[in-house]
């Protein structure tokens, strides 16, 4: 009884095995991104001299690319779109993402989404400085009225 028992857990192991190794590889990376599998960004920080408005792109690829925009001094983003959804998030400071009629707080805690083709832009609070990262899903083209 013991011998069956412990055939039954050999089994049990076994089969439990050959499963792991029926479980599909990974997925290649996709053929449209053409930089390295993975990478290192370096991230702005606000309280650097520099331009009032500074827009540095860290990462542009077929179906990404991240930005990094820099508002000192209560500088604002003006008003623009992008074909792609957006996401935009504080790394520093605090400031107001106007969406059409839609005011939405920005601050390190919350992330804002936009779809495709929605016109926006970015007011800082105060005089401060708001540093910004924005993930474009995609590439398309952006349009500054």
Same mark, same amino acid.
């Given at each position: ?28 990376? %996709? =053929? ?8 290192? +960004? !370096?991230? &702005? #920080?606000? @309280? %650097? =001299? ?8 860290? +990462? !542009?690829? &077929? #179906?990404? @690319?991240? =930005? ?78």
């Amino acid at each position: 009884m013991t011998l069956l028992s412990n055939n039954n857990s050999l089994f049990a192991i076994a089969a439990a095995s050959l499963l792991g190794c029926a479980t599909p590889p990974l997925p290649a990376r %996709s =053929a449209s991104t053409v930089g390295p599998a993975s990478r290192v +960004v !370096d991230l &702005p #920080v606000g @309280k %650097s =001299a520099g331009l009032p408005r500074e827009v540095r792109v860290l +990462v !542009d690829e &077929p #179906v990404l @690319k991240l =930005a990094s925009i820099v508002l000192r001094g209560g500088t604002p983003l003006p008003k623009h779109q992008s074909g792609v959804p957006v996401t935009i998030i504080a790394l520093e400071g605090t400031g107001t993402v106007v969406a059409g009629e839609q005011r939405i707080h920005l601050d390190a805690t919350h992330a804002v989404f936009l779809a495709p083709n929605v016109p926006h832009s970015v007011e800082p609070d105060a005089a401060g400085d708001l540093v910004l990262l924005v993930h474009h899903l995609g590439r398309a083209e952006e349009h500054h009225p």
